[in-house]
Structures are given as C-alpha cells and as structure tokens.
Antibody, heavy 120, light 107 residues
C-alpha cells in the first residue's frame, strides 16, 4: 500500500493560484498507475479534478481544464496541482489519490486531504 | 459527463439491519462502478470495485451488484463502525463522476 501526503497553503486569496503537492511514499511514482487529484467542497460530494502519469501525460476534468495544470517530479516522488484564478467556489478539501492503472479509475490509496480556503 | 444518482441521500438504521443503497447511471456504464465509504474527516475508502468485487481486506458483509445503469450496494448486517457516508463512482467514461452520497446514521 502506497502512502500519499498533500502539502501546500491552507489559505489562498481570490484570483491567485492554488498550489498543492502530493508526496508518495512506500512505492515509486514511476509505476503503472495514474496519480489523481480529487476535491470535496465542505459538506458536499466528490469532484475529480484530473490525473497525471509519471511520463507527464495528463487528463483534466473539462469543467476545470482551463484553470488546471498538473506536473510530476519523479526524482522527488511527487506530483503537483496548480489551479489558477481561484474563487470562493474553489474552497474545498483537496485529496491526492492513486488509482489501479490502465483504464480503471479505482481510487485505491488516498492522502488524508488538505483544506484549502479561498478568502481575502 | 455521466450523471450518477444515488438514493436515498440518507437513512437511519440499527445495528444488525440490512441496508441497501442504489445508484443509477445516466447511461450504460457496464460494470464500471465502484463504491466507497467515507467517515467524517477522513478520505474515502474503496470497498467494492467493478460493481461486485470486494476490495482486499473489506468485510464480506459488504456487497455490490448490478450492471448497465442500475446498481446496488448492501450491508448485510450493519455494524457500529459502518455508520458513514457511501458514494458510488463510475469510470466508464472520463471524467469519473460520483454519486451524491448516502449518509447512514444510527436510528
């Protein structure tokens, strides 16, 4: 089982860029899995943001695609999320998660989640 | 996007009860459906994958069934640690989408 840990600022000002990093331990990020970001608005359901493969290939949720960038650093066993031009609607708990790879988006391992609040 | 409609949104049950949650997809998703359990302040945990397969280490009182557009998730005999929110999730098409959740509360 892989362990994931999100890190980054808990408070971001409106119109700025939200930046989070997920550190992977107990396994290599350079494996046949996809590395995902998922968010949960306070008291609400789950929204998939996108994934990245260790090669750098990505797929973003079309609803967020214009504002999202994901990257991977295999030397640090980390992957990152940037969400630009944030508003209060981006306030949420952000999770990183590993899926089972291939065409299956089974989110097997999750980070503990980090609350990001967008406020001035 | 494929819409996932879960019902009920909440239910009250007693320890030992049999609980069933349903999930309906807006289009045929074959068996490309997962079920998760989420407790307050924690990340979701995968319980069932591919509609009916029990994830390793998950108790056998949990089960899932269905294919196409209609799915169900059952807890055979509710235990105190099962009080949580449950979500279905499809992965037939990108983006993966989740149901709205079912909160299972103590009666």
């Amino acid at each position: 089982q892989v362990q994931l840990q999100e890190s980054g600022p808990g408070l971001v000002k409106p119109s700025q860029t939200l930046s989070l990093t997920c550190t992977v331990s107990g396994g290599s990020i350079s494996s046949s899995y996809y590395w995902n970001w998922i968010r949960q608005h306070p008291g609400k359901g789950l929204e998939w943001i996108g994934y990245i493969y260790y090669s750098g290939s990505t797929y973003y949720n079309p609803s967020l695609k214009s504002r999202v960038t994901m990257s991977v650093d295999t030397s640090k066993n980390q992957f990152s999320l940037k969400l630009k031009s944030v508003t209060a609607a981006d306030t949420a708990v952000y999770y990183c998660a590993r899926d089972s790879g291939g065409s299956s988006r089974d989110f097997i391992d999750w980070g503990q989640g980090t609350l990001v609040t967008v406020s001035s | 996007d494929i819409q996932m409609t879960q019902s009920p949104s909440s239910l009250s049950a007693s320890v030992g009860d049999r609980v069933t949650i349903t999930c309906q997809a807006s289009q045929d998703i074959s068996n490309h459906l997962n079920w998760y359990q989420q407790k307050p302040g924690k990340a979701p945990k995968l319980l069932i994958y591919d509609a009916s397969n029990l994830e390793t280490g998950v108790p056998s009182r949990f089960s899932g069934s269905g294919s196409g557009t209609d799915f169900s998730f059952t807890i055979r005999s509710l235990q105190p640690e099962d009080f949580a929110t449950y979500y279905c999730q499809q992965f037939d098409n990108l983006p993966p989408t989740f149901g709205g959740g079912t909160k299972v509360e103590i009666k």
